[in-house]
Every structure is written in C-alpha cells, then in structure tokens.
C-alpha cells in the first residue's frame, strides 16, 4: 500500500519560511515533487526532483530548493521568503499518487 505523507504546512509572515516534508511508504519513485492549489484556482506544479535534477515553476525558482533524502524516502522543499500569494493546499506527488495536502498561509 502506497501512502505520502506531508507535513510542515503553517502561517507565517510574508518574506518568512517553512519547511515541507513528504515521507513515501510501500515503495520508491523515481520522481517526486509538490503541486499546489489555492483558492478558486486549479492544482499547479510548484517543484520536482529526479536523478537528473530539479524543475520549478517560474514563480519560486530563487525561492524554493527540493531536495530528497533517498534513505527516508523523503521529498522536501524549502520555501523561503514567501510572499502572499503563496498561500495554497501544497501536495506532495509520485506517480500516480498524492499526499493528503498540507495548508500554508503567508500573511502580509
């Protein structure tokens, strides 16, 4: 049974930072990342990383770093000087599978 499992999601203050976690269990993927989804707005992607590097959206390259801990199983991504808009449900996503989704709000 495959499960992702985010968590770091907060409020914090624009130009602050938070820390997303994402732990996957029942197997390994090649590629992870993060999508996004704010209200009134579709799902976007936002980061991922493979054995050959990482990608990002346009809107956080410079401000976000995904990195993963292959012992653990772990994706993560680094947000630094958040801005407002931000603020969104992130998930964490491999394959075909997605993690319960983790709130961040970044207050002006």
């Known amino acids: 049974q495959v499960q992702l499992v985010e968590s770091g999601g907060g409020l914090v203050q624009a130009g602050g930072s938070l820390r997303l976690s994402c732990v996957a269990s029942g197997r390994t993927f090649s590629t992870m990342g993060w999508f996004r989804q704010a209200p009134g707005k579709e799902r976007e992607f936002v980061a991922s990383i493979n054995w050959s590097g990482t990608y990002y959206t346009a809107s956080v390259k410079g401000r976000f770093t995904i990195s993963r801990d292959n012992a653990k199983n772990t994706v993560i991504l680094q947000m630094n000087s958040l801005k407002p808009e931000d603020t969104a449900v992130y998930y964490c996503?491999?394959?075909?599978?997605w993690g319960q989704g983790t709130l961040v709000t970044v207050s002006e």
């Open positions: 996503n491999a394959g075909a599978y």
